[in-house]
């Protein structure tokens, strides 16, 4: 029995030791399909994956109409190629529990993913890459690609810049000429809870920061509805800078920017709601501050039309900040099921503009390579019309400059985020 | 000395012999090892919160922070520090605790700067929120509950039948249909922000913001989804209650108030008391609804905190678990003291009910359009949500009737948006099929195992009322029912956290489904197995019939309409059961998150389309099995009937 | 057939002792009813020698079998002792047939050794050997069939119990009882639920049944007429203690306490409170009745200081006895009945001069010549005889006169006692000292 039972173990333990040593570690795909052209990591991931299961998680709803295109893409090179999971395979999960999901994945034994599309950087840089849980990927064509802005998008690799910009609902008679009309006294503009949408947070903790906070003074200097109640509100604020750490000269204005909106937002559940919302009839002088993106998926009816929005930003004596932008990261799971075929699909979505197609068909999405993004300039257009002013896409370069947008920068975030955040959720609370 | 080896061998031999007796009664041997299972699954997640309230979580805040910059983040840095400590070789932390309870945080409230307590923010209002709308729920459940059971059951009031039938419906829905139903109704530009409701589309009402947002609706919601809880409940001790103690009092010609307070109403505190156990923790660890409708409560308070401050949100999640555990003292010492048995003598024959007179017609009617407006209108306008072309956009109502569509239930194609966020309609949609199909895995699953461990409880304490085991068993299997569900998805939550592959599994979600609702099945077996005569068994057994035989050819032949009630309310609730899973699995796997999903991005009709067949899924089921074996979900709940 | 021995049983929660060291010879064949008052332990005791109940501590034999030993930690359960047990409540399986009720039992046996005559009676020999097997279906038919004739429920074999009467139901439940031929059959209050007809009447088939079977009865109740009729041993109980086992007319003519002579008989023994002693011949002179004196004379000659010597011995031991924890049901003397017309106290402190007589009802003689005065204070005639109470100064006494005999409230009547029946108890702890004749003055 005894002699039985040691010549199993012997055997288990070769076996283990036989498929550790036969099977490549995920690094070691990586460092190999980073120096691959896409045609050839389309083919190993054709050898890889037909016929599996395929699962990802991601913060996009739009993962999932990508996964037929690559499918496609890969057919024509074996017309027998299939992939599970091509139709339900993309999981988005909400309310920040994607970092759950994904940590529970790698750490466990069973590991479901094979990789990730996922965004906030601050929670990125301390639960996922400061653990090495996440691997990053930087396809060979992506880093020739001409014109590619390599700078904040390569590590980790970025999809995607979005932006969520300040709307609000022209059938009224209010104005929002400036960015501190969206605070002003009885706003309650629509915006996803800071603790359900992260990036919403790190978008008020960029304010601080001295280039956007410098914004908003100059903002408020011109401002109309500036008063003796704001001023003295600015001045006092400084105490709060003091506390909470922040350096820059004009932090206080930011940060009174941010205690004003925290105290008059309406949380909203999501962004989708907050478009359909603002796109109606009734929603007369409501404001809101939503990814622009959601406008593409407006059915004209008699209530809800896209002409009833205007694009703040867009206004021509706009001042002031249009809204902020963030960024969507492509990374392997550490333990992915599925590598070679995660390294191809994240070539193909960063580097063709099929690929990127599923984002950037719409506005309000920008690729760091260019040869990936569509022109959204005349979207509003129909019949040569331009019919739906709205939907007429400026352009990255635009928003970052004159659209003053405010950018994620992870190291920020993470610096002031310990003191600002109870914060911000003191403030939060007490509404 | 040979006396006493010998005395001592024959005390151990009389031990085993002992022991082996005892196991050797297979309810005892069940006994010993569900005991066993059920302390493990029910106490050990329970452990894993309190451990987790004590570890380092990266990217949260009882984690030291090297970009720490400032006079006040650095004393944080400090206090960190202080509170870390290792044990065995672990990383610990008291942190969590000390920050929540005695920390302090900057903040500006009112344009007023101001030092807040941690607690203050994350804590008190939460807590209090909690309290009081479980407070509300139970009265207000038990209030239109009981009046309801009291007008079935002992007035001629009208149309009985039907409403009998209706006023379960809230119940069978899933939590928050009817907030966001109270939503659609009442939300207004004007008041609330967004887009009109009906009401103020239809009819230019604003209703108050106290009325759509906060303690108010939430505590609405709840009363009327627990409603038919209380209404089973008090109306079954109604119905078995012996008509003869009432007649007594009138034969002595004392006024109908006088023989109802003190003759009725008495016979019905049991049901009061269970109802208000079983609402209190329900209502307290419901997350849906006050996440609709803007209130903030420990479980939405949770579900926020779990991104950065992970520990103290298990710290909520222990206080909740203590109000269950305090509920279930609660409940062991008012029943222990009560009579157990409601033994049906079958003498409570037609009683004279009540006449209303005058008031009966307008009494009537009046609960039609109640239950109507809770259970009907819900379920149509979840219909015509799925025909609308932009989420709650009514504009069809004002006359345009080419503003209704079908591309929610039909659309099968993947590019062109349509305003479907690249979904794919509702008949076609793979997502929401496997979403089903993973909640009919869960539900059956559930079902057999909680109902098998259930009926299996039931009829060993049955056989040892006066063991201290089997009351210790049967406790330990009610105590995740007392306990709100949010504590149970947490406590499992980080259960598989710790056990690998765990996370987002079948299995898991099993697991969680079952621990909570053997509850159900095994008062319902305990109930009905009370009332069965001990000697039908022992019959059997002075016969050598085997364990196995007696139960199935003899107990469970009897008892079968409780045993099928024990397996259909887990099946039930578990179809449309969310904040017990919601921790535990992404939004694909089972269809109560694909709802809450959906909810969430706006996608009414989507939502819509999934609760409709819900709802239809669950009526159609209950009939069936009532049809075919007498067993329904108000048996069940009401235990004895 | 079973010899069923119980030496030194007790069953006690906590300080409360349900049965208290019981011991019980019951001889094989033997038809034996526990009787007692409500909770005295009869049911107790029945069960735990079924193995329905576990004793606290003794040993329970049943044929020569070691079925429950405390110290041995031998308990053995019901299932494997083969005895049929017949409850009060009959707890016939709602949900099967009468066959299928009663052939359930018998599609489980097996053994080795098993036979079946031709008329269907079943023979269960496990000491022959061979290889264990099941009844066939036929032979569980032709045992239903025979146990189902003799208790005459042939018409009812496809029914279902909640579609017969109590009594339909009652001889299902024997049928089922008897089938298995058990060596032991237990019954507890079997015919209560009956009404009176229908008692009288299973009463005469349950005595023929112990004799066509052959097995040993034990059976429980607390009607003592029941207990009378059927028994060829009672075994009284009161308060878990054993008071008397004995053939019933030794129980009744002879009864070992006040409690016994009480309990046994209907209508119930005449007690009269009396003073007195021993004479030098060995009997006994009696001041009774307020104002009566009477000389008793025993059948047996007894020395009264003997016998107390005797009877304090043995109390002693009684009360000696060694227990884990003290009882607290504690076994008081018995307060025997004295009916008077206006209750009076009793006194307190009793000597060995003071008496308990008792004379049955029957023993009591309305006659013309009688030396006792009295007055009719209630006459209840049946038919066939007549009770009568009799006021005796301020004492009730009761009578029964055979023959149809009629008499008027308030007629004034004279008395006598005949018989050698009479019973003398000693007051100090109700035992009985001795029957004889009672010849008043």
């Not at chain 2, 009540?354 to 979840?382: H, K, Q």
Request: net charge negative; with cysteine.
């Amino acid at each position: 029995m005894k002699k039985f039972v040691s010549v199993l173990l012997v055997l288990a333990l070769a076996l283990s030791v036989f498929s550790f040593a036969s099977a490549e570690t995920v690094e070691e795909i990586i460092a190999q399909a980073q120096e691959m052209t896409l045609e050839e990591l389309f083919q190993k991931a054709v050898e890889e994956s037909n016929g599996k299961r395929f699962d990802a998680v991601g913060n996009s709803s739009r993962g999932k109409s990508v996964l037929p295109l690559f499918v496609a893409e890969l057919q024509k090179i074996d017309p027998n190629y299939v992939l599970d999971g091509a139709d339900d395979g993309w999981q988005q999960p909400k309310e920040n529990k994607i970092f759950d999901q994904l940590t529970k994945d790698i750490e466990g034994s069973n590991h479901t993913f094979a990789m990730t599309l996922i965004q906030d950087g601050n929670q990125i840089q301390s639960k996922m890459l400061d653990t090495g849980l996440l691997l990053n990927f930087v396809p060979k064509e992506w880093r020739e690609a001409e014109g590619v802005a390599k700078e904040n998008n390569e590590t980790p690799l970025a999809l995607q810049t979005l932006n969520k910009v300040f709307m609000f609902n022209n059938t009224g008679s209010k104005t929002f000429k400036n960015m501190w009309d969206f605070v002003r006294e009885g706003e309650h503009p629509l915006f996803m809870g800071v603790n359900s949408e992260l990036v919403g947070k790190n978008f008020l903790y960029m304010m601080t920061n001295e280039k956007y906070a410098t914004w908003a003074k100059e903002a408020y200097e011109v401002w109309d509805g500036k008063s003796e109640v704001y001023d003295e509100l600015i001045e006092d604020i400084k105490a709060d800078c003091e506390d909470l750490g922040l350096t820059g000269e004009n932090a206080n204005y930011g940060l009174a920017w941010v205690y004003l909106w925290c105290e008059a937002y309406k949380e909203e559940t999501d962004d989708g709601p907050i478009c359909t919302t603002l796109v109606t009839k009734s929603a007369v002088d409501q404001a809101g501050l939503l990814v622009y993106s959601k406008l593409r998926s407006v059915e004209e009816t008699d209530e809800s039309s896209v002409n009833n929005i205007t694009v703040a930003a867009y206004q021509d004596d706009y001042v002031g900040i249009g809204g902020y932008a963030y960024k969507h990261y492509l990374m392997l799971t550490k333990t992915s099921t599925l590598p070679w075929t995660s390294c191809a699909l994240i070539a193909y979505m960063t580097t063709t503009e099929a690929g990127f197609h599923a984002w950037g068909k719409d506005m309000g999405g920008y690729a760091p390579v260019p040869a990936c993004m569509t022109d959204h300039s005349k979207d509003g257009y129909v019949d040569g019309v331009d019919t739906y002013p709205a939907k007429n896409d400026r352009g990255y370069d635009w928003w970052l400059n004159e659209g003053k947008l405010v950018v994620e920068d992870p190291a920020y975030c993470a610096q002031v985020s310990g003191m600002m955040g109870p914060y911000i959720d003191g403030i939060v609370n007490a509404k | 000395m040979e006396a006493a080896k010998k005395q001592n061998v024959s005390n151990l031999r009389r031990k085993w012999n002992k022991f082996w007796t005892y196991i050797s009664k297979p309810q005892n041997a069940i006994l010993l090892v569900l005991g066993i299972i059920l302390t493990v699954t029910t106490i050990y997640p329970m452990v894993t919160i309190l451990n987790d309230t004590v570890q380092i979580h990266p990217g949260s805040i009882d984690a030291p922070d090297p970009n720490a910059s400032g006079a006040k983040a650095l004393e944080k840095e400090a206090e960190k520090e202080a509170a870390h400590f290792t044990l065995l070789g672990n990383e610990m932390t008291t942190y969590n605790w000390v920050n929540l309870f005695t920390g302090t945080e900057i903040t500006r409230i009112n344009r007023k700067r101001v030092e807040m307590a941690v607690a203050a923010t994350y804590l008190i209002p939460a807590l209090k929120n909690s309290v009081l709308i479980s407070i509300f729920a139970c009265f207000g459940a038990i209030l239109y509950g009981g009046i309801f059971a009291y007008l079935v059951t002992r007035t001629n009031l009208r149309f009985k039948k039907y409403l009998s039938a209706i006023f379960i419906f809230p119940y069978i829905m899933p939590q928050w249909t009817l907030a966001v139903m109270w939503e659609n109704l009442f939300d207004s530009a004007a008041i609330t922000g967004g887009s009109d409701g009906l009401f103020a589309s239809l009819f230019g009402i604003n209703m108050p913001q106290w009325w759509c947002e906060g303690l108010f609706p939430v505590s609405l919601v709840l009363s009327i989804h627990y409603a038919p809880f209380a209404y089973i409940l008090i109306g079954g001790i109604f119905r078995n209650m012996d008509a003869n103690l009432e007649e007594a009092a009138t034969i002595l010609n004392t006024p109908r108030y006088k023989t109802f307070a003190r003759v009725t109403l008495p016979l019905v505190k049991p049901a009061i008391l269970s109802t208000i156990l079983l609402v209190f923790s329900s209502a307290m660890g419901s997350y849906p609804i006050p996440h609709y409708l803007g209130l903030d409560t420990l479980s939405t308070r949770y579900v926020q905190m779990n991104a950065d401050r992970a520990g103290q949100a298990s710290i909520l999640a222990v206080i909740m678990m203590l109000f269950g555990i305090l509920i279930m003292i609660v409940n062991q010492k008012t029943t222990s003291g009560r009579k157990n048995y409601t033994t049906v003598t079958g003498k409570s024959g037609q009683s004279s009910l009540v006449n209303l007179r005058l008031a009966r017609t307008p009494i009537s009617i009046l609960f039609i359009l109640l239950t109507l407006f809770m259970g009907i209108f819900p379920i149509i306008l979840f219909a015509v949500e799925t025909f609308l072309p932009n989420p709650g956009d009514y504009s069809f109502l004002k006359g345009n009737t080419s503003a209704l569509t079908t591309k929610w239930w039909l659309n099968n194609e993947n590019v062109t948006e349509q305003g479907m966020y690249g979904q794919k309609g509702i008949l076609y949609n793979a997502e929401i099929w496997n979403a089903f199909k993973g909640t009919f895995i869960v539900a059956i699953c559930c079902a057999l195992a909680a109902g098998i461990i259930g009926t299996l409880i039931g009829y060993c304490v049955s056989k040892n009322r006066r063991s201290k085991w089997a009351a210790y068993v049967n406790n330990i299997a009610f105590l995740p029912y007392l306990m709100p569900s949010l504590a149970v998805g947490v406590a499992f939550f980080i259960l598989s956290a710790n056990i690998p592959n765990l996370y987002n599994s079948f299995l898991l979600l099993i697991l969680a489904g079952t621990v909570k609702y053997i509850p159900f099945a095994s008062r319902s077996s305990l109930n009905s197995m009370m009332q069965l005569s001990g000697e039908i068994e022992e019959a059997a057994i002075i016969q050598d019939i085997p364990w196995w035989k007696r139960m199935g050819r003899i107990i469970i032949p009897i008892q079968k309409t409780s045993i099928i009630s024990g397996f259909l309310l887990p099946f039930m609730t578990c179809l449309r059961e969310l904040t017990l899973f919601m921790l535990l699995c992404g939004q694909g796997k089972i269809i109560t998150t694909m709802l809450g999903y959906f909810d969430e991005m706006g996608l009414y009709a989507f939502s819509s389309g999934i609760n409709l067949i819900l709802i239809i899924m669950i009526l159609a089921f209950n009939a069936l099995i009532n049809k075919l074996t007498g067993a329904s979900i108000d048996s069940g709940i009401g235990g004895d009937s | 057939m079973a010899r069923i021995e119980l030496s030194h049983v007790t069953k006690r929660w906590g300080g409360f002792y349900a049965v208290d060291d019981l011991d019980l010879l019951i001889d094989d064949n033997a038809f034996v009813t526990l009787l007692g008052p409500s909770g005295c332990g009869k049911t107790t005791t029945l069960r735990m020698i079924a193995g329905l109940e576990t004793p606290t501590t003794g040993r329970i034999t049943i044929d020569d079998m070691v079925v429950f030993d405390s110290d041995a930690g031998i308990n053995i359960p019901p299932n494997k002792r083969r005895v049929g047990f017949l409850f009060q409540n009959y707890a016939l399986w709602p949900n099967m047939t009468v066959f299928k009720n009663i052939a359930f039992g018998l599609s489980n046996i097996k053994e080795a050794g098993l036979s079946v005559t031709a008329d269907g009676e079943l023979i269960r020999d496990p000491k022959a050997g061979g290889t264990p097997r099941k009844l066939t279906k036929d032979e569980i038919k032709r045992i239903v069939d025979r146990v189902s004739a003799i208790v005459k429920i042939q018409p009812f074999m496809d029914r279902y119990p909640g579609e017969l009467s109590g009594g339909q139901q009652q001889r299902v439940a024997i049928a089922r009882t008897l089938a298995p031929s058990p060596r032991v059959l237990f019954m507890d209050e079997p015919l209560s639920n009956l009404d009176a007809k229908l008692r009288l009447e299973m009463r005469s088939e349950l005595q023929r049944l112990h004799l066509s079977t052959g097995s040993t009865f034990v059976y429980v109740t607390h009607d003592q007429m029941e207990a009378m009729t059927l028994a060829t041993k009672i075994c009284l109980i009161s308060n878990g203690v054993l008071q008397q086992y004995d053939e019933p007319l030794t129980v009744y003519n002879k009864p070992n306490n006040t409690f016994v002579a009480d309990f046994v008989g209907n209508p119930a023994i005449n007690f009269m409170n009396a003073t007195g002693r021993q004479e030098s011949d060995g009997s006994f002179s009696f001041k009774l009745l307020d104002k009566y004196e009477a000389s008793f004379k025993p059948s047996e000659k007894i020395d009264l200081n003997d016998w107390y010597g005797v009877a304090e011995k043995e109390i002693a031991a009684f009360e000696a006895k060694v227990r884990p924890e003290e009882k607290t049901n504690k076994d008081v003397p018995f307060k025997y009945p004295v009916h008077m017309v206006n209750d009076e106290p009793d006194k307190e402190d009793f000597t060995r001069e003071d008496f308990v007589i008792g004379v049955r009802p029957e023993f009591i003689s309305i006659t013309d010549d009688g030396p006792i005065e009295g007055e009719i204070f209630s006459a209840m005639p049946t038919g066939m005889e007549t009770t009568v109470r009799v006021k005796v100064g301020n004492f009730l006494l009761t009578g029964v006169v055979f023959g149809g005999v009629t008499y008027k409230l308030g007629e004034k009547v004279r008395l006598k006692f005949t018989g050698d029946g009479t019973s003398i108890y000693s007051r100090i702890n109700g035992r009985l000292i001795a029957t004889g004749k009672l010849k008043v003055k």
